[in-house]
Every structure is written in C-alpha cells, then in structure tokens.
C-alpha cells in the first residue's frame, strides 16, 4: 500500500518566516509534486521533481522553492512567508514511467500565515 | 498549456438519483484523464480513469465518457449514496511529456441527501 506522508497536518506560522513543508513517500517513486489547494482554484501545482535534484517550476511557483536530496523526500520552502500562502498544501507522488500516471497524494498540511 | 475546466461547481442530489460532472480540455495531445475524489478532511484518491483509446469505461456505479473531437469528458455516478459526498476532480495528462504532470480542474462539490 503506497503511503505518502506530510510532515505536518496543522501550521501557523508569521509574516516573513522562513517555513518548511516535508513530504515523504515509502514507494519507491520517482516523481514527486507539491500542489496548493484553494476553494474554487483546484489543485494548482507549485513545483514538481522527477529525479534527485531534479525540479521543474509548476504554474505558481513565485514565492516558493523546494529540495530533493533523498529520492524519498520532498521539501517544500517559502523563504518569507506571506498571508497570502495561507492555503492548504498537497503532496503527491507517482511512478515515472506506467501505462497511468496515478499520483498518491499525503493527508496535506493546512498553513495559516499570520 | 493545458487548461481544464470543470462544471458544475457544485451538485446538489437526491440519494439514488444520477449524477453528471463534465469537464472539457484544452490541448488536443492529452491522452489520459484521472477523476480522483476528494472526501472532506481526506486526500485525493484515484477512483477512475480513461485513455484516449476508449470512449467510455465502468467501475460499478460510475463510469466516464471521452469525446475527443470535442475535447470533454465526464463522469456519471448512478444510484447515488450518502457516501459519494465529495469534492471530485478531473484532471487531463500527456503521456510521455511532463513527466506525468496533472491539471486539473476546479472541483465538483457533490452533496447526496438522503
């Protein structure tokens, strides 16, 4: 059973504070995504990484950055948070290579800047 | 790139009525188009998808349609039940082209009263 986990479910965090959001998956995966998700916006894709230290920019990528060191982990990071990334955080991930592209997706971690 | 909208953007049903959600996409190269289903405080989970080699496929009581001339596809649920209560999300993909990338849609808010 795939099984994609996030480092937190709840945050608060304030204005200009450097955040870090962890994600972990047990599968073997070889791409990774973290997505934002706002009512009425769907999932919106921020970054995504296809290999260790491979990333690739999403349709929103301004004001955030991530990390790929281990191929397990993914790391999400906003350098000087603002209210307005006050959202909820998805991670997923999937194969690179299979007749679908099924993503699993972690529980999330709802982040409220203050 | 892709643009995939969603409609509508919330269903109102009565349990063991039908329910339809459409979708439509934008670039004719995508062949592959997940429905992944979202209940509240929950991930996303796959729980259908179609190629663009078929027009339709079932999975019980629901299946999505694929018309590729027009560029839309939906997803039809039957004999609807209090626990298909749910955000849903289509999404549409290009096999072998960015990496497994998702976009996805807006959401359907689907609200089944018994």
């Known amino acids: 059973d795939v099984k994609v986990t996030q480092s937190s479910r709840y945050l608060v965090k304030r204005t200009g504070e450097k955040v870090f959001l962890e994600c972990v998956q047990d599968?073997?995966?070889?791409?990774m995504f973290w997505y934002r998700q706002d009512p009425g916006l769907g999932l919106r894709l921020i970054y995504f990484?296809?290999?260790?230290?491979?990333?690739e920019k999403g349709d929103i990528p301004e004001g955030y950055s991530v990390s790929r060191e281990k191929k397990e982990r993914f790391s999400l990071i906003l350098e000087s948070a603002s209210t307005n990334q006050t959202s909820m955080y998805l991670c997923?991930?999937?194969?690179?290579?299979?007749?679908?592209?099924?993503?699993?997706f972690g529980p999330g971690t709802r982040l409220t800047v203050l | 790139g892709e643009n995939v909208e969603q409609h509508p953007s919330t269903l109102s049903v009565q349990e063991g009525d039908s329910a339809v959600i459409k979708c439509t996409y934008s670039?004719?190269?995508?062949?592959?188009f997940p429905w992944y289903k979202q209940e509240l405080g929950k991930r996303p989970q796959l729980i259908i998808d179609?190629?663009?080699?078929?027009g339709e496929k079932k999975d019980q009581r629901i299946a999505v349609t694929l018309n590729k001339t027009a560029k839309h596809f939906s997803l039809h649920i039957t004999e609807t039940q209090p626990e298909d209560s749910a955000v849903y999300f289509c999404?549409?993909?290009?096999?072998?082209?960015?990496?497994?990338?998702?976009?996805f849609g807006a959401g359907t808010q689907v609200v089944v009263t018994p």
């Open positions: 599968m073997d995966h070889e791409n």
């Open positions: 990484s296809y290999d260790v230290k491979m990333k």
């Open positions: 179609i190629r663009s080699n078929v």
């Open positions: 997923a991930s999937s194969f690179l290579i299979t007749p679908t592209d099924t993503q699993y």
């Open positions: 999404a549409a993909s290009k096999r072998g082209d960015s990496w497994g990338k998702l976009q």
């Open positions: 670039d004719s190269a995508s062949n592959y």
